[in-house]
């Protein structure tokens, strides 16, 4: 597959375990935010998206955390499985319709 | 339904050529919007389209265009090729402007020598 990430950050951990991916954004005026999964040779895939009015949003397996203080999100998955193992990109709204994407944590899930 | 299809999937073009990637939205989609993917900038928005009209546009040089056509299909041109603009191009589709959940294809690979 395709390589998309030649120095991005890792996060490696035990099949089973949580896994909690961090994003730090810039503008303190965004206020929409989703993370995408991106496997190799694919394009990314919407996982689950929070507005500023929030500070939890959860879907299946996965939660999103928001803290407007630190301008900080962050992606919890449970019991994280081989499949979960991509790299993983935040992206906050900075126009009408033009996002801004974090740099990505690559996730290594371990059998 | 099938998804967003982008053509070629992987090119290979020489420094000063020119290269014009297709993109395929989901049926429906109206909205088209074109990412640049280097592994030192991570992904950038280059422009999205709606209704064969440019709405927003990320900053790159005019060496980088697009267009659509009347059934959403979408084109992106870029000229004068330089050797950082070896990328993984992604097109991402969506009903209408303004609509966040956004449908991208595979990407396709292009290589400058």
């Known amino acids: 597959g395709e390589s998309v990430g030649l120095h991005l950050p890792t996060l490696s951990v035990q099949e089973g375990d949580n896994s909690i991916i961090n994003c730090a954004y810039s503008n303190s005026a965004s206020d929409y935010f989703i993370w995408y999964k991106q496997e190799s040779g694919k394009g990314p895939q919407f996982i689950i998206d929070i507005r500023s009015n929030m500070d939890k949003r959860q879907g299946q397996r996965v939660t999103v955390l928001l803290n407007k203080t630190v301008k900080h999100l962050s992606l919890q998955i449970a019991a994280t499985q081989p499949g979960d193992s991509a790299v993983y990109f935040c992206a906050e709204l900075e126009d009408f319709n033009k996002f801004y994407f974090g740099s990505g944590t690559k996730l290594n899930v371990k059998p | 339904k099938a998804g967003v299809t982008q053509t070629p999937r992987y090119l290979i073009k020489t420094r000063g050529q020119q290269v014009t990637l297709s993109c395929s939205p989901i049926s429906g989609h109206r909205s088209v919007s074109w990412y640049q993917q280097t592994p030192g900038q991570g992904l950038q928005f280059l422009f999205e389209y709606f209704s064969e009209t440019q709405r927003n546009k990320g900053n790159f040089p005019g060496r980088f265009s697009g267009r659509q056509f009347s059934n959403s299909r979408s084109e992106m041109n870029v000229s004068t090729l330089e050797l950082g603009d070896s990328a993984l191009y992604l097109c991402?589709?969506?009903?209408?402007?303004?609509?966040?959940?956004?449908?991208f294809g595979p990407g396709t690979r292009l290589t400058v020598t």
């Open positions: 991402a589709s969506s009903f209408r402007t303004g609509d966040h959940e956004q449908y």
